[in-house]
């Protein structure tokens, strides 16, 4: 048998590791919050890379909006109602909605 004061010793020894274990398991730089933040990196970085794409396609528009004379016309036409002098507009009434038996 073990004297009680070794017993003792042993006993907070392995309470101070069980305690050490859960800290860094569930604690501020723990394994379970170190895996949530590069899960966050992670997503984080694939948005920044999709916003990076989207910055991209919108310089591209706006450059073309700038400089070339079609996108320029096409936009005219599509959301002012513009036309060519030459050119007759035919403007008919939206549809009705179906009835509803």
């Keep these: 048998m073990m004297p009680i004061g070794k ?3 042993l006993l907070v020894v392995a309470m101070a590791a069980l305690a050490l274990a859960i800290s860094a ?3 501020d730089r723990g394994l379970f919050e170190m895996r949530r933040r590069r899960a966050a990196y992670h997503d984080l ?3 920044v890379e999709r916003l990076k794409i989207q910055n991209a396609a919108l310089s ?3 450059e073309a909006l ?3 004379p079609y996108v320029i016309e096409k936009l005219a036409r599509e959301k ?4 060519r ?3 007759l507009i035919f403007m ?3 549809e009705p909605p179906p009835a509803t038996p």
């Excluded at 002012?80 to 036309?83: D, E, F, M, N």
């Design 85 to 87: 002098s030459d050119e």
């Design 66 to 68: 700038r400089k070339d």
């Design 7 to 9: 017993r003792v010793l």
């Design 92 to 94: 008919f009434p939206p």
């Design 60 to 62: 591209r528009h706006i």
């Design 45 to 47: 970085k694939q948005e």
């Design 25 to 27: 398991m569930t604690g």
């Design 80 to 83: 002012l109602g513009y036309s």
